[in-house]
């Protein structure tokens, strides 16, 4: 009955992946537009993921050596992923889809992961801490996936195409969950080492690749307003770390 409950509780989180279904109702011209804002958006999202949620829950499971050290290797090691995803898909001059839109998928598909394991384990101790958990994850993971989203789209992807892999890459949670359930102690021991490994990646997408784009824009107006979706994105990730704690 526990691992019903875990299942099915997963795969409602991994539905929220999909909320960028409303984009595809809105014209294409009109989403060039919007995209712009998307992008501060994400970063800010990401930004606030790593540094209110992922780094904070991994300092209260290990040493901060441990931590910063993971943090630090999670840097590198998507810095040596996109140097070598963009020397093999983007050698040549007409690449259409960018090397981080594949690391932010590799960091998304480790964030849900870890969040399976969250869910399986609240389940395990009671339906009712379970469903609170559940809950706390699928609200803020709204602002997080709408700002994936908006990354997959910016960096290439079709708007199908990112609601398919943003989804496919949901789906670990289900994996997560079920690690979790069955292995208990070995899982939870490898989330903490790979939250900070993933507020890493999350860290190096947005400062390396998302923000630069808006310091490329020329017009002051679109740039501010960039930035205030930027801010928007750490605001609700703060929101999310203050009125729900998972």
Request: charge should be neutral; aromatic fraction near 14%; charged fraction near 15%.
């Amino acid at each position: 009955m526990v691992l019903l409950w875990i299942l099915a509780s997963t795969f409602l989180v991994s539905l929220i992946s999909l909320v960028g279904i409303f984009t595809l109702a809105i014209r294409e011209n009109l989403l060039h537009k919007i995209l712009f804002g998307l992008i501060g958006f994400s970063a800010g999202a990401l930004v606030g993921s790593a540094f209110l949620h992922l780094l904070p829950e991994a300092l209260e499971k290990l040493n901060s050596s441990s931590v910063f050290y993971s943090l630090i290797l999670g840097i590198i090691i998507f810095f040596l992923m996109e140097r070598y995803m963009h020397w093999r898909h983007c050698h040549d001059k007409d690449c259409h889809i960018h090397a981080f839109t594949y690391l932010n998928l590799f960091g998304e598909a480790f964030h849900n992961f870890i969040d399976g394991i969250a869910i399986a384990a609240s389940f395990v101790i009671s339906i009712k801490l379970g469903m609170i958990t559940t809950l706390a994850i699928i609200l803020h993971e709204i602002p997080k996936e709408l700002g994936n989203f908006g990354v997959l789209i910016f960096g290439g992807f079709s708007r199908k195409k990112a609601l398919f892999y943003n989804f496919v890459c949901a789906l670990m949670a289900i994996v997560g969950a079920l690690a979790g359930y069955f292995i208990s102690d070995l899982m939870v021991n490898f989330a903490q080492f790979i939250m900070p490994l993933t507020a890493g990646g999350f860290i190096y997408i947005a400062m390396s690749d998302l923000i630069p784009e808006v310091h490329k824009e020329k017009d002051q107006q679109r740039a501010t307003l960039a930035f205030a979706a930027f801010l928007l994105g750490i605001i609700l990730m703060a929101a999310a770390k203050k009125f729900l704690p998972c």
